[in-house]
């Protein structure tokens, strides 16, 4: 069973920065494919970003160019680096670890972008 602990959440104005870390209790996640998925109240979970274990990344159109996903296999961790933020990026953003055969969620973690 793979646990995975999002942190790095968090209040920030709009045009602001935040990274967030998803950490996953075992190293057989360098095997998975990796998601960030948000959800803002009212609404459904969307899928923002992805990165393969070979590295390849894919991003949903409106955070393209903004946001950043990438992985340490050695930290068994991924990151969500996330820059130019606006007020619709604010959502419950949650780590997802997928194979052919399991999926794991992470709790998620709370993203505000206010002035």
């Known amino acids: 069973q793979v646990q995975l602990v999002e942190s790095g959440g968090g209040l920030v104005q709009p045009g602001g920065s935040l990274r967030l870390s998803c950490a996953a209790s075992?190293?057989?996640?360098?095997?998975?494919?990796m998601y960030w998925y948000r959800q803002a109240p009212g609404k459904q979970r969307d899928l923002v970003a992805a990165?393969?274990?070979?590295?390849?990344?894919n991003y949903v159109e409106s955070v393209k160019g903004r946001f950043t996903i990438s992985r340490d296999n050695a930290q068994n961790t991924v990151y969500l680096q996330m820059n130019s933020l606006k007020s619709e990026d604010t959502a419950v953003y949650y780590c997802?670890?997928?194979?052919?055969?399991?999926?794991?969620w992470g709790q998620g973690t709370q993203v505000t972008v206010s002035s």
């Open positions: 075992e190293s057989s996640v360098i095997f998975y494919t």
């Open positions: 997802k670890a997928e194979t052919s055969a399991r999926v794991y």
């Open positions: 990165v393969t274990r070979g590295g390849s990344t």
